[in-house]
Structure formats: C-alpha cells, structure tokens
C-alpha cells in the first residue's frame, strides 16, 4: 500500500510504496534528509517492536511476583496460626515429661533416705529452741548428688542465716518445675502436704510402716505454683488451711500444667491429678485414712 508522507523541511507532498517505510533519502523537492514513515500522511506510524517494548511485559511480571509473594505471606501467617498450639502442646508435653522426671528424682532420693536412716525425712529441722531451720529439701541433697552443697549447709542455723547466705542464689534444678515461669530460680516446685494425719507431720520422720493406707494410696510430693518460696526454706503446704481444690488459692496443690498438677506417690510413682478431682478424695489421698482409688 502506497506511502503518502510530507517533508518536515519543505513540506512538499510525495508518494512511495511502502516497502521503502523506515528508509532514509533526500527530499526532491529541498534535497533534505527525510525517513518515509510507517503508515499513511496523517496517521501515526506503527513502529516495529523494540527490546524496550518488553519493559511493560517484565513490569506485569514484577507486578506478579509480588502479588504471589503477598499471597504466600499471608499463607505463611495462616498456617503459622494453625500450627502454633500444636507446637506449645508438643513442647507443654516435654515440660511436664521433665517435671514428671524430676518428682522421680526426689522419690528416689526420699526412699534411699529412708533406706540410710529408717525413717522418711521430717518436713524440717529445728534449731535448740525448737524454731525451724531448713526443709526436707536440704536433707535429701547427697541423694540428687548434690553432697558438697549438702556439707557446706549448717543445718543448725535458719536457711537464710548469714552462715548460710551462699544459698541465696543457688539452684537446684530438680526443684524446679520447667513449665514453671520462675524456672532458673531457687524457687521450689514441690512440697510435703504437712499436718497431723498427712504423710509429714512436721519435726518427725515418717516411716513406711505407718502409712498403713499402702505407699501407692499416699502422696509424698505435691507440685506448687508461683508461691515465692525457696528450696532451702523450711516451708510446705499447710493442710489444715488447704481447701482440697487444685490450684485454687496460694496454699493448694497447684501446677503451670493446664488441667491439673503433678503428684508423688510414696511408691515413688508420679501421677497427674486433675483439677476437678472430689475434695474427699484428695484428701483421703493426702491422709492415712481409707482411700478411693482415682
């Protein structure tokens, strides 16, 4: 199709075919230097393809990517989302497993006491006056192979007594719970329950053959939560002002495990008691009376 173009210099009117388009040449009618144009005189020339033509195409592309990026983000936060309580469970799960090991630990340590001694140790010991000095926790040290801290503690002197001041910030950590916040502290994650029928009655050891319920009736070792005490301190749970309700106020059994808490039985098995048990049953299994099995 024929080519009809103006010079740009001259402005003198001319014809080609339009297998000349894109050519350069001198105009006829002022001898300047023209280039016949792609299309018809007044219509814009079609232009072949550039390479810079593709730049709009890499753009969609760019664009594109970061859309799917977005998207696979967003992906990303929803499947985080689901996953995270099965993570916390699966992790909750090790904490408690390690909690369990360590009441194991200290059933050992309690029952290799006895085999030493014939007796349990007291939940304390006193001083002349009859004022407690430090907990059963002290005593069972040479059986956590702890026995250096053991023989540096004077036993005669209050637990927090300048004697004893290197215990301030000493951790054991079979004492301590790892679910528990507090963990990497002195804080105790385990107590006696101690009163005039429950397995510790204070000053005195018990021995086996009192627990006339049979040791896999009887608890030993109850998991406290947040109760501030440390290890050493002659402190337990007080079972004449206890309720009988898991993990309802400061001077039950309580644990950083949902449902419940964790229990050593005087067999030196562990249990896990929920928190719905009844009242009468946890105390039967706090007391040398009849239990119910739970």
Not at 62 to 69: F, R
Not at 80 to 104: D, F, G, I, T, W
Not at 212 to 226: H, K, L, Q, R
């Amino acid at each position: 199709m024929p080519i009809n173009f103006s010079c740009p210099h001259c402005g003198k009117q001319t014809t080609v075919a339009d297998q000349y388009a894109g050519q350069s040449g001198p105009c006829s009618g002022c001898g300047q230097t023209v280039t016949i144009p792609y299309g018809g005189m007044g219509t814009p020339a079609a232009k072949p393809i550039s390479k810079k033509s593709g730049s709009g195409a890499g753009a969609g592309i760019l664009i594109g990517l970061a859309v799917a990026g977005v998207v696979l983000l967003m992906c990303g936060g929803v499947l985080v989302a689901l996953l995270l309580p099965a993570v916390q469970a699966a992790r909750e799960a090790a904490r408690r497993s390690a909690c369990s090991n360590n009441l194991k630990q200290i059933g050992l340590a309690l029952h290799n006491y006895h085999d030493t001694y014939k007796t349990f140790p007291p939940a304390y010991l006193t001083d002349e006056n009859g004022t407690p000095t430090v907990s059963w926790r002290v005593l069972i040290l040479p059986f956590l192979e702890q026995q250096a801290v053991h023989s540096m503690v004077d036993t005669s002197k209050p637990w927090d007594a300048p004697e004893n001041a290197f215990l301030k910030d000493l951790v054991i950590p079979a004492y301590g719970c790892p679910s528990s916040p507090s963990g990497g502290t002195p804080e105790t994650s385990y107590m006696f329950v101690v009163g005039p029928n429950a397995f510790a009655t204070g000053a005195d050891g018990t021995r086996i053959s009192s627990i006339t319920d049979g040791t896999s009736n009887t608890i030993m070792v109850v998991e406290v939560a947040g109760t501030g005490v440390h290890w050493a301190q002659p402190k337990d749970l007080d079972m004449t002002q206890m309720s009988m309700a898991v993990g309802q106020s400061s001077n039950e059994i309580d644990s950083f495990h949902p449902g419940g808490a964790q229990v050593l039985m005087a067999d030196g098995s562990v249990r896990f008691i929920a928190d719905t048990i009844d009242p009468n049953v946890l105390q039967s299994l706090l007391t040398h009376e009849q239990v119910m099995g739970f």
